[in-house]
């Protein structure tokens, strides 16, 4: 019955091994100057056995970082440390995709390079969740708006770090336009209130993710970009009051451009925790109708939940985020009926090896 998650299949016209896809999963584990570390390497290399490896989220700028030692792809000297973590990821025969991700308002001026506010499409804080600073707790900061000039420089830096990810070997991108981050601040309208090109109607919201796969199509092929949402959440206070239509139109525009993937977060995820599922909740199956080409999912899945829905036709490729954090071999572990290991909070965000890279690996006789 699990057969699927091992048929091979291509994407971005490379042979995936098999369906299993390691998702982005932020492990703070890079410099405070966000060049990564051997340390990442050998995490990496322990789950090369997925078909695809998306790197952690990794910023295109110092001002699209929320946190203290996330990697990033905007210097030279991050572009050479992530070379051996790519060659690493990709020792088992995976694709291996970097995350392309700007916070927009949730950062905090306490890590902005300038020490002003965070930037976002307007200028609205996030109400309800609270920004973990290195001191506690603290309210989230009413954003600076951006300006034409500063959106049009964002564009530039997704297309300069899709420049430097092709560098450091990676096969393509993903843009993180999930999760209440700035392409999803963009789309909703609780987080977007702007009368000019950008804002209004659903057509003026989704632009700047556009401009965005335009310019990095300049840098890469188009089957090499790939776009995560997450339609059902409202995690970081991003609503809208029709969320259906917003995320239907989204996927139409980004199928008729031919993109690598379409990636969607399953309803009944916050983030990175479990949550309750709204009852307005879009099934991903509804809007994996409106892409032709590879979809994936993720969230709270078992090997059997995935098996099924690549049985149904409605995903080509599953990620397991927290299974594949406590089996760093999962795939292996999934062919050999082997039992799964339970997650541990040591060591989720930051610190060295344990809870990082000391979760065990079959024996090979196993
Ligand atoms: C520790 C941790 C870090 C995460 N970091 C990211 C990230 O950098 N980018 C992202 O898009 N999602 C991130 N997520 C969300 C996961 O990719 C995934 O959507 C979520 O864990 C649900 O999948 P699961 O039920 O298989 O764990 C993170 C989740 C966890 C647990």
């Avoid at 916050?270 to 309750?276: F, I, L, S």
């Avoid at 995903?315 to 406590?326: N, P, T, Y």
């Amino acid at each position: 019955m699990l057969d699927q998650l091992f048929e091979p299949m291509v994407l971005g016209g490379q042979t995936l091994p098999n369906r299993f896809v390691l998702p982005p999963l932020t492990r703070s584990r890079a410099q405070e100057d966000g060049v990564p570390t051997p340390l990442m390497a050998e995490y990496y290399r322990q789950r090369a056995g997925a078909g695809l490896v998306i790197s952690e989220g990794t910023v295109v700028s110092p001002q699209g970082s929320a946190y203290a030692q996330v990697p990033g792809l905007y210097t030279e000297a991050q572009v050479e440390a992530w070379r051996p973590v790519v060659a690493a990821a990709r020792s088992k025969g995976a694709a291996v995709y970097a995350q392309l991700w700007h916070v927009g308002r949730q950062a905090h001026s306490c890590v902005q390079p300038d020490g002003c506010p965070p930037l976002g499409p307007s200028p609205i804080a996030i109400a309800g969740w609270e920004y973990r600073s290195p001191d506690g707790p603290v309210p989230f900061e009413v954003p600076r708006e951006l300006s034409h000039e500063g959106i049009a420089e964002v564009v530039t830096q997704f297309a300069t770090a899709a420049r430097n990810a092709a560098a450091a070997g990676f096969d393509g991108v993903e843009l993180h336009a999930a999760n209440g981050y700035l392409f999803d601040q963009f789309f909703n309208s609780s987080s977007n209130q702007r009368s000019d090109q950008y804002g209004g109607s659903v057509e003026n919201r989704l632009r700047f993710l556009f401009e965005v796969i335009e310019a990095v199509s300049k840098v890469l092929p188009v089957n090499r970009i790939g776009v995560r949402i997450s339609p059902s959440s409202s995690w970081m206070d991003v609503s809208d009051p029709d969320k259906r239509s917003l995320y239907s139109a989204l996927v139409r525009g980004v199928n008729e451009r031919g993109l690598a993937y379409l990636h969607m977060v399953e309803p009944g995820i916050a983030g990175a925790v479990d949550a309750q599922t709204d009852p307005n909740a879009i099934d991903s199956a509804e809007l994996s109708e409106l892409f032709d080409g590879p979809v994936i999912v993720t969230g709270g899945h078992t090997p059997q939940s995935a098996a099924a829905v690549v049985g149904s036709g409605s995903a080509d490729l599953v990620g397991f985020g927290r299974l594949f954090i406590a089996n760093p071999d999962l795939p292996r572990r999934v062919r050999h009926g082997a039992e799964l290991t339970g997650l541990r909070e040591e060591g989720l965000y930051a610190g060295g090896p344990a809870g990082y890279t000391d979760y065990p690996e079959l024996q090979s006789s196993n």
